[in-house]
């Protein structure tokens, strides 16, 4: 296995406030849902990767561009209005690891990630990015990544 620190929170309008007034609109969007945000947070100045993993199976909602939806969304629940869609049919979680495969520890990760965002993640430790691509890859997307991280965290995953 091909060791990642990795810190793991499962979605909620909380922390998608949270993202959006810490860090802003992602640097990118991907069709597959996913929001990507790279960051020099991490300890010691690490740039880490932040991204906002989608459902398995995750579907745009109609009238939403790609690159708008994660601002639409955030912007909605900072208002305390309803979102273009539920979050939980748009992102199961974010995970924050260091972008260029640097290496750290597990705790000052965690440390530097609860700094950053200002919430604890729900795990944290080392994760098999190689197995839970495979899962992804292998099903078309319909596996969940957070669920897959979570589990190799040994937390069981929101259900």
């Known amino acids: 296995m091909a060791a990642t620190p990795s810190c793991v ?3 909620t309008a909380a922390l998608l406030v949270a993202l959006d007034d810490r860090f802003g609109a ?4 991907y069709v597959n849902g996913s929001q990507v945000w790279l960051l020099d947070n991490g300890p010691g100045g690490m740039t880490l990767e932040w991204r906002l993993h989608p459902v398995a199976g995750f579907s745009r909602p109609d009238g939403t561009a790609t690159d708008d939806l994660f601002a639409d969304v955030a912007l909605a629940l900072g208002r305390g209005d309803e979102p273009v869609a539920p979050i939980e049919r748009l992102w199961d979680g974010l ?3 260091p972008a260029y495969g640097d290496e750290t520890e597990p705790a000052p990760l965690r440390a530097a990630v609860l700094e950053a965002i200002g919430t604890a993640p729900d795990a944290s430790g080392l994760v098999d990015h190689r197995a839970v691509g495979d899962a992804w890859e292998r099903t078309g997307g319909a596996v969940s990544v957070v669920a897959a991280l979570l589990d190799q965290l040994g937390l069981a995953a929101q259900g």
């Open 9 to 11: 929170w499962r979605a």
């Open 26 to 29: 992602p640097l990118d969007a």
């Open 95 to 97: 995970e924050a690891f």
